[in-house]
């Protein structure tokens, strides 16, 4: 059995998720084989494309070519537009077990709601679909769809002052029901898919264990667990119904985990990872369940993965080297960077020539810089 060292492992994952900046255009990039999640008011997937295209500021905006939806476990991702379609059927629960597991946060009030949880999914589905037929605000659609679903499937806003269907499953419903999110709006905004699919009829398994595959592939060598941490369903399902053949076993950090065979050679021999970037809150490389490989020390962990208001992480020789944090002062953007060691000057000329390419990006004048 191949065994490798944390270093080695993030050199690897470096290498494939295309920090080197090899690919010339976001559609070549590997990490939208599995997704590139976004919080637009942070412009967190434009500012992931920046730390992995050497040209300009990109936007996602107004790129057809990629298409944004509530996917994995939920959270908005960006996705080709024409491999789209094809993730739907893979997102169907493989049965209620499943389907209880994606409710993550509200499983329980959805099992309490006395139907089989894949059967709250689909109806929750089939009056999405029925109600939106164009764009439409989420509270628009949720008011609309809260009318024709059971009462177990909603809950009292006090926020809101109002009743609306669940949160979970109207966003595991959505995709389901043909429908995307218009990029850039505040509040989410739903709209059908061009040539809207059906509800898909059962789960997708082989794409489902796709899925799998390219979360191996792309945060590996990694288990079960973490794989399905990602999808967001259980271990069990991972391990037993969508686990991929042709893997191989890797020790690393004394434990067992697997890399689709095709790839060893590459995690034997990855690319020196001597590259500085600022990688957004929710970056693909952050999406790795195993966190403990790429932070050691539980404290910056926690630092780094909060329950709200996530700094971005500074990468430099191979590492997450620091944290950095921006705040608009008008025309200007100020970043504050945290090191949690000595960065060599040329380190820090790197990252400080980073944040300039995140502040274009943003739209802004050179920015204000300060180390802690």
Same mark, same amino acid.
């Given at each position: ?235 069990? =399902?991972? $391990?037993? @119904? ?5 893997? *191989? #076993?890797?020790?690393? /950090?004394? %434990?067992?985990?697997?890399? &689709? ?82 960065? =060599?000057? $040329?380190? @820090? ?5 980073? *944040? #300039?390419?995140?502040? /274009?990006? %943003?739209?802004?004048?050179? &920015? ?5």
């Amino acid at each position: 059995m191949l065994e490798v060292d944390r270093r080695q492992v993030l050199a690897y994952r470096i290498a494939a998720h295309g920090l080197h900046r090899d690919a010339r255009d976001a559609a070549e990039l590997a990490v939208f084989d599995l997704g590139v999640q976004d919080v637009t008011k942070r412009d967190t997937a434009v500012l992931a494309l920046v730390a992995r295209l050497p040209a300009g500021a990109e936007t996602l905006l107004d790129d057809t070519r990629f298409t944004l939806g509530w996917t994995h476990r939920g959270a908005p991702h960006y996705h080709r537009a024409e491999e789209f379609r094809a993730l739907i059927p893979a997102l169907v629960p493989l049965d209620d077990a499943d389907a209880e597991a994606r409710m993550l946060w509200q499983r329980k009030e959805v099992v309490a709601a006395g139907m089989p949880a894949k059967d709250v999914l689909l109806t929750a589905a089939k009056a999405l679909r029925d109600v939106v037929d164009r764009p439409m605000t989420k509270g628009s659609a949720s008011t609309e769809v809260t009318k024709r679903i059971p009462e177990g499937f909603s809950r009292w806003c006090r926020a809101c002052q109002a009743t609306h269907i669940h949160e979970q499953l109207m966003r595991l419903a959505t995709p389901l029901a043909g429908l995307r999110l218009e990029p850039g709006t505040s509040p989410a905004t739903l709209a059908p898919l061009a040539k809207r699919p059906r509800i898909p009829a059962k789960a997708d398994v082989a794409g489902a264990t796709r899925l799998v595959e390219t979360y191996l592939r792309l945060h590996g060598p990694a288990t079960a667990a973490d794989a399905a941490g990602f999808v967001g369903t259980t271990r069990k =399902t991972a $391990a037993e @119904r969508l686990w991929p053949s042709d893997l *191989a #076993e890797v020790k690393v /950090a004394g %434990r067992t985990a697997y890399l &689709p065979a095709a790839h060893v050679a590459e995690l034997e021999n990855p690319p020196e990872p001597g590259v500085v970037r600022l990688l957004p809150p929710w970056d693909p490389l952050l999406q790795a369940r195993d966190r403990a490989i790429l932070v050691p020390d539980k404290a910056h962990q926690k630092e780094l993965w909060k329950i709200l208001g996530n700094p971005g992480a500074l990468l430099a020789d191979g590492e997450i080297a620091g944290f950095w944090r921006t705040k608009s002062a008008g025309k200007r953007l100020e970043f504050t960077l945290t090191e949690l060691w000595a960065l =060599t000057r $040329a380190q @820090r000329a790197e990252a400080e020539a980073e *944040a #300039e390419r995140v502040a /274009a990006a %943003r739209a802004y004048a050179t &920015p204000r810089i300060t180390w802690t």
